[in-house]
């Protein structure tokens, strides 16, 4: 089975242009989940989503950053504009949360998507 | 809030010796789960184990082992003669299953393990 698929994998970009990166779950998982990794912050949850809704945005760190998930196989997270600052790795991440009760499963973290702003 | 501490930014160890890895967790739930993975240098995130706060029993996978105790709010992971391919960075995480935010998946700041042979 495929596991969680981001792309790209590596993108370089100058400040003040926008940067989409892109998620694909793992096929009958319910949750989806953004993070940030650096060396400064560690891993941040930004955003999470259960059935494409999104449950919680705190950790979005201000209005330049936005993220979508218009069916339950594909996401997007959107910087625009893009600043230095936002360089770091993200990672998107799949789960499968069952039923009614509140389990939350194992996290599939794809390879990360490295985004560098000049 | 949810919370996780692991107090060790970093921690070298020589090849076959046992290591531990301290994580503490703060939640106001009773309900909640408890995570561990790893981080190779190829910088991938491995799934290693998920406890749910009702069982406190210690687990055992082949050299690692778990030790769960709420009364320290601890989650504590043990590598028991340690392989160079042991060395990563390790994160402990927690996520509450009691309120709105369910499925919240807070990482710790995670401990750097180096092996050396």
């Known amino acids: 089975d495929a596991g969680v698929i981001q792309s790209p994998r590596h993108e370089v970009t100058e400040m003040g242009q926008e940067v989409t990166l892109r998620c694909k779950p793992i096929s009958g998982h319910n949750s989806l989940f953004w993070y940030r990794q650096t060396m400064m912050r560690g891993l941040e949850l930004l955003i999470y989503f259960n059935n494409n809704v999104p449950i919680d945005d705190s950790g979005m760190p201000e209005d330049r950053f936005s993220a979508k998930m218009p069916n339950a196989s594909f996401s997007t997270l959107k910087i625009q504009p893009s600043e230095p600052r936002d360089s770091a790795v993200y990672f998107c991440?799949?789960?499968?949360?069952?039923?009614?009760?509140?389990?939350?499963?194992?996290?599939?973290f794809g390879e990360g998507s490295r985004l560098t702003v000049l | 809030a949810q919370k996780v501490t692991q107090a060790q930014t970093e921690i070298s160890v020589v090849e076959k010796e046992d290591v531990t890895l301290d994580c503490v967790y703060e939640?106001?739930?009773?309900?909640?789960?408890l995570f561990w993975y790893k981080q190779p240098p190829s910088g991938e995130l491995v799934f290693l184990i998920r406890?749910?706060?009702?069982?406190?029993q210690n687990e055992i996978s082949g050299r690692y082992s778990w030790n769960f105790q709420k009364s320290t709010s601890s989650f504590n992971f043990t590598i028991t003669a340690s392989q160079v391919v042991d060395s990563a960075v390790y994160f402990c995480?927690?996520?509450?299953?009691?309120?709105?935010?369910?499925?919240?998946?807070?990482f710790g700041p995670g401990t750097s393990l180096s092996v050396i042979p």
């Open positions: 939640t106001r739930d009773t309900t909640y789960y």
């Open positions: 406890r749910n706060s009702f069982d406190e």
């Open positions: 995480a927690l996520s509450e299953a009691e309120r709105a935010s369910y499925d919240k998946v807070i």
């Open positions: 991440a799949s789960s499968l949360r069952s039923g009614t009760t509140s389990s939350t499963g194992e996290l599939f």
